[in-house]
């Protein structure tokens, strides 16, 4: 028999969604050939991260099914935090996407002359309120994924959205708009012509009605 198992820690738990970020799922020797991860699941193997990365799979996946059925009336939910990913309550592939929205949106709502620096992001309503603050990993990493595919822009320790991301929102949501508007003149012409042969129909009613007096 092999020497018992202890529990994660919530410090090991965040070396791995950290480590699965910057080399990807199933990538555990390369987790655990990275100084910065190793020094800290140094007594895990890789089935050990294999088997805790599917844990966290599931308990998110239950979590969002339970969320979903609960439903959402408007109050603080508490979070253990032997539940790494439940602030989310979402699948691990819509992880990384969820937490890039909550940045975008820290630095758009920033009051402020100058954007907001990493700390100011980490401590925005928008972040703070969806995740514990052990994620901040997580948060930084996608930072600098945001930063790398140009979405924000870094100076002197500030951040701001990119002129090309900011462009291109405006245009997606312009499309959207007009979209919407074809859709509404759409449905709007329905109505027009719904109502249209309502009237054709009680012109004939009346008719046939007065006809058989």
Same mark, same amino acid.
Do not use: C, M
């Given at each position: 028999m092999g020497a018992p198992k202890h529990k994660w820690t919530p410090e090991e738990e965040e070396a791995l969604m950290a480590g699965v970020l910057e080399h990807?799922?199933?990538?555990?020797?390369?987790?655990l050939g990275?100084?910065?991860?190793?020094?800290?699941?140094?007594?895990?193997s890789n089935v050990d991260l294999k088997d805790k990365w599917r844990n966290i799979s599931v308990a998110a996946t239950c979590g969002s099914r339970k969320k979903a059925k609960q439903g959402d009336d408007g109050g603080?939910?508490?979070?253990?935090?032997? +539940?790494? #990913? *439940?602030?989310?309550?979402?699948p691990p592939q819509d992880l990384f996407t969820s937490v890039d929205n909550m940045i975008l949106e820290a630095i758009t709502n920033?009051?402020?002359?100058?954007?907001?620096?990493?700390?100011?992001?980490?401590?925005?309503?928008?972040?703070?309120a969806n995740m514990p603050m052990y994620m901040e990993p997580l948060v930084s990493s996608?930072?600098?994924h945001l930063i790398?595919?140009?979405?924000?822009i870094k100076r002197e320790h500030r951040y701001s959205v990119s002129q090309g991301y900011a462009a291109a929102k405006a245009i997606a949501e312009a499309e959207l708009a007009l979209a919407? +508007?074809? #859709? *509404?003149?759409?449905?709007?012409?329905?109505?027009?012509?719904k109502a249209?042969?309502?009237?054709?129909?009680?012109?004939v009613a009346m008719k046939a009605l007065k006809a058989t007096r």
């Open positions: 990807g799922i199933g990538k555990w020797r390369s987790i990275n100084p910065e991860y190793s020094s800290v699941l140094h007594s895990r603080q939910q508490i979070v253990p935090a032997s +539940a790494p #990913l *439940a602030f989310s309550y979402e920033f009051k402020g002359p100058l954007g907001p620096d990493r700390n100011s992001i980490l401590l925005s309503a928008e972040v703070n996608r930072l600098e790398n595919t140009e979405t924000i919407e +508007a074809e #859709l *509404a003149a759409r449905e709007a012409d329905n109505a027009e012509a249209e042969a309502a009237r054709i129909f009680a012109k």
